[in-house]
């Protein structure tokens, strides 16, 4: 099995953590494990973002066409825009993962992946106009 089917297996896994419950409570050992195996320090990362409630959902209204959009340095305020399972806007998306082939994804993707699974995103509501306008800003 490929590394990238692999990762998609994992996390497609994964179910949401029920109402009021730690975000990362209904993932077992196994998953963890096969998480730590595929992404090693980049999982590490990708929770950090999660538990700083750094992953954002973007809805653009009326088409319903989503984005993500998952915070960088928290100090300088970044946030990346971000495809999860074909593209980020950070640089090591670009050196890592298509330059290189050094990685499955960015802690990005992988935080924007795993928030989506567990349904810990922060969900914005954004006309299709705005959306436009950050994807053109990119």
């Not at 809805?59 to 319903?64: F, L, N, T």
């Not at 946030?79 to 998306?93: G, I, K, Q, R, T």
């Not at 990685?103 to 954004?126: D, E, G, N």
């Amino acid at each position: 099995m490929a590394a990238h089917e692999a990762a998609n297996w994992a996390l497609a896994s994964i179910r949401p953590a029920p109402p009021g419950s730690p975000p990362f409570s209904t993932l077992t050992d196994d998953q963890i494990l096969m998480l730590h195996f595929l992404f090693n320090k980049t999982l590490d990362k990708a929770v950090r973002i999660i538990e700083q409630g750094g992953v954002y959902r973007l809805v653009a209204e009326p088409s319903r066409r989503q984005v993500f959009q998952v915070m960088g340095n928290p100090k300088e305020n970044q946030h990346y825009v971000c495809f999860p399972e074909h593209f980020c806007s950070c640089h090591a998306f670009f050196f890592d993962i298509v330059s290189r082939g050094h990685q499955i994804c960015c802690k990005h993707q992988l935080a924007a992946r795993l928030a989506a699974a567990l349904q810990v995103f922060k969900p914005i509501t954004v006309t299709d106009v705005e959306l436009t306008q950050l994807l053109l800003d990119m």
